[in-house]
């Protein structure tokens, strides 16, 4: 079974329980064009848990699994072509991504949601997961997410918009709806953020919380472990789908901390049951890199904490 590569492990038994309310910004929208009904075999649709500005140096934790269907063709994270530089995995057949990060620091992120009725001919939802990362922050990236899901182009989708200020995910179902989030631990798959009754969240939540997550090498290492366990046949105490019309079909174990030669970015190509992580680090660093202005306030911190 693949695993997090990385530093030593230093566990301390603790439970967190970071029960934080969800903070609404007020964007909804409602219908007004002639929908379809949302495909049924969709609901079950890529888990992910954030650690936000809990852990020491690194206001960005990652842990996400990725379900489609085996037969859509994809490519492996990286650096894509064009400004701003983003590294990310590319869906073939629509040209869109998963899930990103572009070079200030900004990760975007899609999962599938139920909708009652979509366009007859719905745009792709990765595609506007990677215009997303041509923004340059979490709000703005936010806010155009759910300017664009109201136009009702779209089936149903969740979008993760996080930077080292600013963290939201934007609800395009039935109703669209910007959630930012506080400091602490949260989940998402299909539904709505921190839900109790989704097994896989719930799973995640209680084996994370297990640990107390306050560096990245815990929550990577733990997390690496939540996401490779399989689902029993009721699809409970695991993570790992095996069905196979829509398997789990790729991870992404990933830390945007304050320094970028510590920001750590490791992608299995299957289950990671499976698969072993791959490193992908230099490559997020690369793209990190090509933002000056962060790279001038690394430098200006280096240079103080030197005198």
């Not at 007004?32 to 690194?58: F, H, W």
């Not at 997961?129 to 340059?136: F, G, K, N, V």
């Not at 320094?259 to 072993?276: E, L, M, V």
Request: proline fraction near 6%; hydrophobic fraction near 35%.
């Amino acid at each position: 079974m693949g695993g997090y590569i990385g530093g030593s492990l230093a566990v301390r038994l603790k439970c967190l329980h970071n029960n934080f309310p969800q903070q609404t910004e007020g964007f909804r929208a409602g219908f007004g064009v002639q929908r379809t009904p949302s495909v049924p075999d969709e609901k079950l649709m890529c888990v992910m848990a954030i650690l936000y500005k809990t852990a020491r140096n690194t206001p960005i934790l990652v842990a996400a699994n990725r379900e489609e269907r085996v037969e859509r063709p994809t490519v492996a994270p990286k650096i894509q072509s064009g400004k701003p530089r983003v590294v990310c995995g590319i869906d073939q057949q629509a040209g869109g991504t998963w899930l990103g990060v572009n070079q200030h620091g900004m990760l975007a992120a899609v999962t599938n949601r139920p909708k009652r009725v979509v366009p007859p001919d719905p745009r792709s939802r990765g595609l506007l997961c990677r215009e997303l990362l041509a923004i340059s922050n979490a709000k703005e990236a936010a806010q155009w997410a759910a300017s664009e899901l109201a136009k009702e182009r779209y089936d149903g989708a969740n979008y993760l918009c996080a930077d080292a200020d600013y963290a939201a995910v934007v609800y395009g179902g039935d109703d669209v709806e910007i959630v930012a989030l506080p400091p602490g631990l949260h989940t998402i798959s299909d539904g709505n953020l921190n839900d109790r009754r989704d097994p896989r969240q719930e799973f995640v939540r209680r084996t994370l919380t297990l640990h107390m997550l306050d560096s990245a090498v815990t929550f990577l290492a733990v997390g690496s472990q939540a996401f490779a366990r399989k689902c029993d046949a009721d699809g409970r105490r695991g993570v790992i789908l095996r069905d196979p019309r829509r398997p789990t079909v790729s991870s992404t174990l990933l830390s945007l901390s304050d320094k970028i030669s510590t920001c750590i970015y490791q992608y299995s190509p299957g289950p990671p049951c499976d698969h072993s992580y791959d490193d992908l680090s230099a490559l997020l660093r690369q793209v990190l890199s090509t933002d000056k202005a962060r790279k001038a306030r690394e430098e200006a911190g280096n240079h103080t904490k030197s005198r």
